[in-house]
């Protein structure tokens, strides 16, 4: 698969990114964790670390949900951004941020055990 740039940004705008990659790492986290995050399940997409570009980042704020974890959002609007844990090799952005026509990619679900009871998994 080609490297194509993707673009996302939060619901007010205030924080931009950018990355160069594809969107092969692509999941749908199910746990409670994510759930109460989001909303809903998270859906993540896997990025190089030295391939992401935060272009505008004055209200990027964090979170350390876990030992491990750091969560990102805008401090503005409350967009969740990434989630992050330093032993990983990638950060994980939110797919709900990107812009522009986007091939769906192939989703994992992941802790499907802890999903939430109003919802259903194909
Ligand atoms: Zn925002
Ligand atoms: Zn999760």
């Not at 939060?10 to 692509?26: T, W, Y």
């Not at 935060?54 to 990102?72: D, Q």
């Not at 939110?94 to 522009?100: A, I, K, Q």
């Amino acid at each position: 698969m080609r490297a194509k740039t993707y673009r996302g940004s939060c619901l007010c705008g205030d924080v931009r990114f950018s990355f160069k990659g594809d969107l092969q790492d692509a999941y749908f986290c199910h746990c409670e964790q994510c759930r109460k995050n989001y909303g809903m399940h998270g859906a993540f997409v896997g990025v190089e670390r030295d391939a992401l570009v935060i272009n505008r980042a004055k209200t990027l704020r964090s979170y350390k949900s876990s030992r491990s974890t750091v969560r990102s959002f805008c401090g503005t609007c409350g967009s969740p951004i990434s989630w992050d844990r330093e032993d990983y090799e990638r950060i994980y952005v939110c797919m709900g941020l990107l812009e522009g026509k986007i091939a769906p990619p192939k989703i994992t679900n992941i802790h499907t055990k802890h999903k939430g009871a109003y919802y259903e998994i194909d």
